[in-house]
């Protein structure tokens, strides 16, 4: 008779389930293709990163779908997005791990897989949409594939999700609820005008005083210049804002811009700067998932050439389109445009900055100011 072990290793990671779960199409067909269970098993791995990424997004939704996001808790939530950041960073080198395959070895059991592609992975689509991908920012293709690529029920769920808030929206909303914007007396958007007018009235008389520029150069410095007056302008109108957002230029709302603005000109501030390390692993976050588009988009063309997906995609032409479409948080990196050099920045009231740092005070400091 055995003793019991408790909790067995096997039993606890269902090991039995995992290591099972690799039936290559090749052997059903009576020829095994030696390279078909490393394709097989690099993709489940990354079907359960994706599992842990969606797990770590709902728990960063969650506490910014509170009325009121607690202080305390951004440090959670930085914690969670650097986790999602390090998995991001591991799927992006997994690609070197699937490219040992290679286009002469896929070739022997590619067309066993069609017509299941990667497309059709629910849990990568719930992580675009939870960051704020939804139907309406995609290209007209990678809509289509929604409707002629997903099974119903997939599809059913998906479309579920996308009527949930996603974490774009809920920033948007967390940074159009910034309530240093206007303080007392303080209007700081009318105070940054002023700044910004004065630093472009500078650069224009540098640039005609520049004895060095031919006549041609001059003008095309001042066009320059003149553009960029026109992008500042469009964030203190609230009216031509809304029409370029119209557009597509822009995915915040017009107060949610300008909060993100203010937290990236005065991160310096104690109490801001960790909005700014929010905003800071959202862009990092974006920019990883590009990276892995763009990775991926190569390792297809590569494998591929110029032949269609197995999901009947145009391959590669098809993702390096989606790579460059489907960016959750591009304003963010937009926001360098409108950024000023902190000596022009205006002075916020000496009462706001106390208020945005910390300061352990004295006994006697602390019975001067009750009037003791």
Not at 313 to 322: E, K, M, Q, V, Y
Not at 334 to 343: E, F
């Amino acid at each position: 008779m055995s003793k019991s072990l408790g909790i067995y290793y096997p039993e606890y990671l269902q090991l039995n389930k995992v290591l099972d779960a690799q039936e290559l199409e090749s052997t059903k067909r009576g020829t095994t293709a030696h390279d078909e269970m490393l394709f097989i098993i690099t993709h489940q791995t990354y079907e359960l990163w994706f599992k842990q990424i969606v797990y770590e997004l709902d728990a960063v939704i969650e506490v910014f779908d509170e009325p009121v996001i607690e202080d305390k808790k951004m440090g959670r939530v930085l914690h969670l997005l650097s986790r999602i950041k390090t998995i991001q960073r591991v799927l992006v080198q997994q690609i070197d791990i699937i490219q040992t395959i290679t286009p002469h070895d896929f070739l022997e059991f590619r067309d066993l897989l069609i017509p299941a592609s990667g497309f059709q992975s629910t849990l990568f689509k719930q992580i675009e949409i939870k960051l704020g991908i939804k139907r309406e920012h995609r290209i007209a293709a990678d809509c289509e594939f929604f409707k002629s690529r997903l099974k119903g029920a997939d599809l059913d769920s998906l479309n579920q999700l996308e009527t949930k808030q996603t974490l774009h929206e809920l920033t948007d909303r967390w940074l159009s609820e910034m309530p240093f914007l206007k303080y007392k007396d303080f209007d700081f958007w009318r105070s940054y005008q002023a700044s910004v007018d004065q630093m472009l009235d500078k650069e224009e008389a540098i640039i005609n005083r520049n004895v060095t520029l031919t006549d041609r150069e001059k003008q095309f410095q001042i066009n320059d210049l003149t553009m960029t007056r026109t992008k500042f302008g469009s964030i203190f109108d609230a009216d031509k804002f809304a029409k370029l957002r119209q557009e597509g230029h822009f995915r915040f709302s017009h107060q949610g811009f300008l909060g993100a603005l203010f937290v990236n000109l005065y991160r310096d501030e104690p109490m801001i700067y960790t909005g700014f390390r929010f905003l800071t692993s959202l862009t990092e976050i974006d920019e990883l998932l590009t990276n892995w588009r763009q990775r991926h988009a190569v390792m297809v063309q590569r494998m591929l050439g110029t032949k269609l997906g197995t999901g009947g995609s145009s391959g590669h032409d098809f993702l390096t389109a989606t790579t460059n479409n489907n960016r959750a948080f591009l304003d963010l990196f937009n926001i360098a445009t409108y950024l000023i050099p902190r000596k022009d920045l205006p002075q916020l009231p000496n009462e706001l900055v106390r208020a945005l740092g910390y300061f352990f005070r004295g006994e006697k400091d602390r019975l001067e100011e009750l009037g003791l």
